[in-house]
Nanobody, 116 residues
């Protein structure tokens, strides 16, 4: 079955960095675009970044452009989110996502807290 397992979250001070990872299994990872979403307390889940199957094209939410970088390693079935210059408003649970045959699959999420 499809599994997405996020890791790398934690508590970081404003201006700091974190690297999230999402290990995927149960599908042909190299054939599918991958996405990162986040959900802050009391807010709806929102897209953060996405990357094409071969890693050639990526897109970002305006709020994270220039600070976050999405990447993938198809040999390791893993997608990453490098987050730099973190702000308190980046505090959220971050989710990995893939759409297969029109169905959304989600990981369990990893908490990112940006606070001094």
């Amino acid at each position: 079955q499809v599994q997405l397992v996020e890791s790398g979250g934690g508590l970081v001070q404003p201006g700091g960095s974190l690297r999230l990872s999402c290990a995927a299994s149960g599908f042909t990872f190299r054939s599918f675009a991958m996405n990162w979403y986040r959900q802050a307390p009391g807010k709806e889940r929102e897209p953060v970044a996405d990357i094409t199957s071969n890693g050639g094209v990526s897109n970002y939410a305006d709020s994270v452009k220039g600070r976050f970088t999405i990447s993938r390693d198809n040999a390791k079935n893993t997608v990453y989110l490098q987050m730099n210059s973190l702000k308190p408003e980046d505090t959220a649970v971050y989710y990995c996502n893939v759409v297969l045959n029109g169905f959304n699959y989600w990981g369990q999420g990893t908490q990112v807290t940006v606070s001094s």
